[in-house]
């Protein structure tokens, strides 16, 4: 296993508990640090819950000190609220901050957030331009490959120019064309 660094940040191996809804809370998380991860990505989080201080949202930013380095999956699709909820946790013991462009749930998808986000590389583009302007993090994105042809210069490169080029994690996994039916 070799170590891996995202930015300023150097892990101590290459092994990452990819975020999943539902599995990766606190316990898991830990245990998995204990096991050997060298990074635990939480359960993405929505920056409007934490925006309205949702009780349910804090509890999925809980952080224990076992877990070592954390990455806090943020998802939304409003550059200077995304901004605002990156300065506003920029405090808390997260190594990474990852801005969600990946996630095929129809109802993050359908208000424009997660893989929406593949559609709209200048929004994407502003969204990343306006966290890293107003955060300590080093600034990740997770994007999933669709079925249909996408031309990923032209979603990477308004990423790349606001300073998401320090790393990027790319998923393949498809985004199944029953989630955009009469959504789009």
């Known amino acids: 296993m ?3 660094s995202i930015g300023s940040v150097t892990l101590k191996n290459n092994l990452i ?11 898991f ?8 991860a060298g990074m635990c990505c939480m359960e993405m989080v929505s920056a409007k819950a934490i925006y309205y201080n949702n009780k349910n949202t804090e509890k999925l930013m809980a952080i224990s000190p076992e877990e070592g380095d954390v990455s806090l999956q943020l998802f939304g699709n409003e550059p200077d609220l995304m901004a605002e909820i990156a300065k506003k946790i920029e405090e808390r013991p997260f190594s990474v901050l990852d801005i969600n462009m990946g996630c095929p749930v129809p109802k993050v998808v359908k208000n424009g957030e997660g893989s929406a986000l593949m559609k709209d590389p200048v929004l994407a583009g502003k969204i990343v331009e306006a966290t890293v302007q107003h955060q300590c993090f080093q600034i990740i994105g997770k994007h999933h490959l669709r079925r249909e042809e996408i031309e990923l210069r032209t979603v990477m490169q308004p990423l790349k120019t606001h300073g998401i080029h320090r790393f990027l994690a ?15």
Do not use: T
Request: glycine share 8%.
């Open 2 to 4: 070799n170590s891996i």
């Open 17 to 27: 508990l990819g975020p999943m809804a539902g599995v990766s809370d606190l316990p």
């Open 29 to 36: 998380r830990v245990l998995c640090a204990r096991e050997g």
């Open 170 to 184: 790319l998923h393949k996994v498809f985004y199944l064309r029953q989630c955009q039916n009469s959504r789009e």
